[in-house]
């Protein structure tokens, strides 16, 4: 996939995501209006039959009072405590408002304005929010003596109340928003770093390819002039071809392990061939074969192989190329005159490796990540120093597949050690 097609998909997420979001939060609102509304007609329909019954009782007590009114009906309605008592009172509201699912706290009172005067409360302490923010219903609108009194109550847990009922769906919205927005941001950069390793491996495919040519023409070449009977061969002449072929061969060697470290980009493709291997002579053939850079750097090699039995099962070509990149890291990073310590020695169930160097040192913030594919440090002039960052995720999954353990120890300008322990067997 190309860079575009990336970026396009990555934008046309975050909109249908951000437009998501959008109509998520849209329809909570309108929910919530919904709820509003329907919390505040059930209100009045609860307050409505209260008053109605309120009245009713005033009646039906004013008539048992005084059975013969005659001209009295146009008096003043009974006085409140005539004919109900706040606690009757607060019984008939909360059953209207229990009917009609309203079930949050209320406050309520009686109230004359024109007076400012509260009769019949179940609370003294909320007045001013029952005057401010609460329902008011007209008591007795139409006895024409009185004052107008109202009817009032007032939800403090209003808000809340609304919220409860929506919490589940609001609550499930977050978790689904939240679940999407990661499993996007995982996805992209799953693709990114795939797309980084697909470009890399073709890459390799084609500096490898370009790469095999030469030592192969080279050595199809020299084997070509040797046999040929027409060319005559002094003992100089084989010398030559020889030294040819052996120069060629061990650039093809290092090239297969360079292979074989791209196999880390593929999860699963490596396969470790079972054997026993001796540990020492792996590290000895490694130094022959890497001597000739330490050389020229003027450096040094120092060996103390200590394990003893230095058998153990694993794979041979696997554990030569970890070691090869271990001294190899150590040569290339170390600019001058690299003193290169190999050691070994029995721990435990296993042998511990450990290649240490006066190189440069990794700093502390960077000693996880260096195991990680493709990374290189990005500081420093190292990077006139070719590599493709895999070595050490290579010696990490190799020792991985080997159940052993590595560890990294390094102190900037000082050199870095690197320790590797691996069990005399694999278990299976
Ligand atoms: N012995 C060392 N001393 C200093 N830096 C090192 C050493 N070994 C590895 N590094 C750092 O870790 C990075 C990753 O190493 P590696 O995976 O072998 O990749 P490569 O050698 O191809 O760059 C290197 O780019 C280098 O910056
Ligand atoms: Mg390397």
Redesign the pocket.
Known sequence: MNRKALVGIIIIMSISLIGLLGVQFYWIRSASSVKEASFRRSVNEAMAKVVYKLERLEKWRAAEINPFPGMLSFNPHLDYSLFITPSEMDSLISLELNIRGVDTRYLFGIYKPELDLFILENSSDYRNQLIQKGYAYPLFSYDMFSTPEYLLIYFPYERQFLLTELWGMLLISIVLIVVIVYTFTYTITIMIRQKKISDMKSDFMNNMTHEFRTPISTIALACEALGDQEIPKSEKVYENYIHMIREENSRLSILSERILQASVLEKGQLKLQREQVDLHTVIRDVIKSIRIQVEIKDGVIHTNLKAKPSKLQGDKVHLTNLVY??L???T???PRKPEIRIRTENSGEGITLS?Q?N????PKQ?QKK??DKL???PT?N?HN???????????KAIVGEHHGKINID?EISK??S?KIYLPYKIPD
């Open positions: 990149n271990l190899d890291n150590a290339k990073y170390t290649v160097d190189g440069p040192g990794i960077e260096v195991f990374y290189r440090i420093g190292i120093v070719r590599g493709y960052g895999l070595g050490l995720s290579y010696v390094s050199g870095t690197f």
